[in-house]
């Protein structure tokens, strides 16, 4: 794994991009690409308030496209509509159909608590425009976050990081069973139908995976291997990225550091890999990048 050479995208920009995500499209070798970006070319209006200061660039999901043969990408634009508000948006990730997007989103929270608080929701790809058809995923919460999603191949299971009471510290890994799909039907308009997912109660990955430290950016690859990031374990510092097998049965649980160049002194996180197996992303801000956070192929 070592002689493995990672190659900085164009898309980078000189502040954070990270969260890379990506699904096939149509053609043979091209794919759809979302990722988290704070780069000041974003179409968003930025409104003070206390969870934004206008000196600073706000994150946004962002689409592009790729040829996997020339590795070169379409410029990137913002995902417009309800993704395109004064808060803070990313990462995201797409089903396979293309049809639907989670995504995290910082939220309100009373005026009593000045933490910036993330939740998840989901939405249409087809209703990106409609202000109503974002919705809130049902585990979220206004005194700690819900983020990071991650679902499994056959959309039965959702993945995610949080900080909510009876954790092991920190941030924590944790998965819901996806029950269902149900409508969501609205008095005042009866051609107003949303559909969202009916969830189970968090289940907390265990303290096999979680640390006092922090576990985020969840990936689920199959039924036996999780890749996450955290900084709570002895590493190459900062945040780095893990694989673990067997993850739902707690007495085969193996943990794994997945080296150079995966990981580096700085921040690594963010991996992704593709169904097809042909490529991958990380997210480090590591010496040598275009900005801030940068995404490495």
């Known amino acids: 794994i070592s002689d493995l050479n990672l190659v900085n995208l164009s898309i980078n920009t000189k502040n954070s991009d990270f969260g890379a995500f990506s ?84 939220s309100s929270v009373d005026s009593q608590d000045e933490a910036l608080y993330l939740n998840l929701f989901r939405v249409s790809s087809q209703n990106i425009n409609n202000t109503d058809s974002v919705l809130g995923l049902s585990i979220n919460n206004e005194h700690y976050s819900v983020m990071h999603p991650s679902i499994a191949e056959n959309g039965k299971r959702i993945y995610f990081s949080s900080d909510m009471p009876g954790g092991y510290g920190g941030m924590d890994l944790y998965y819901c069973e996806v029950y269902g799909l149900y409508k969501q039907f609205f008095l005042d308009d009866s051609t107003d139908i949303r559909e969202s997912i009916r969830l189970s109660k968090p289940i907390n990955l265990g303290e096999s995976i979680n640390t006092e430290g922090n576990e985020v950016f969840p990936f689920h690859m199959d039924d036996k291997t999780l890749f996450f990031a955290s900084d709570g374990r002895i590493g190459f510092g900062g945040l780095d990225i893990y694989m673990v097998n067997d993850y739902l049965d707690t007495n085969k649980t193996d943990v794994q550091n997945m080296g150079i160049p995966f990981n580096s002194s700085k921040d690594d996180f963010s991996f992704f890999m593709s169904n097809d197996l042909k490529f991958g992303f990380i997210s480090s801000n590591r010496e040598g990048g275009v900005g801030d956070d940068d995404i490495y192929c």
């Open 23 to 106: 699904v096939k499209n149509d053609t043979n070798n091209g794919y759809s690409v979302l990722y988290t970006s704070a780069d000041e070319y974003s179409l968003k209006k930025i409104k003070k308030s206390k969870f934004i200061k206008p000196e600073y660039p706000t994150y946004d999901i962002f689409r592009t496209s790729f040829d996997f043969n020339s590795m070169e990408f379409e410029d990137p634009i913002p995902l417009s509509g309800e993704l395109n508000d004064q808060y803070q948006e990313g990462p995201a990730i797409m089903s396979d159909d293309h049809k639907t997007i989670y995504f995290t989103r910082s």
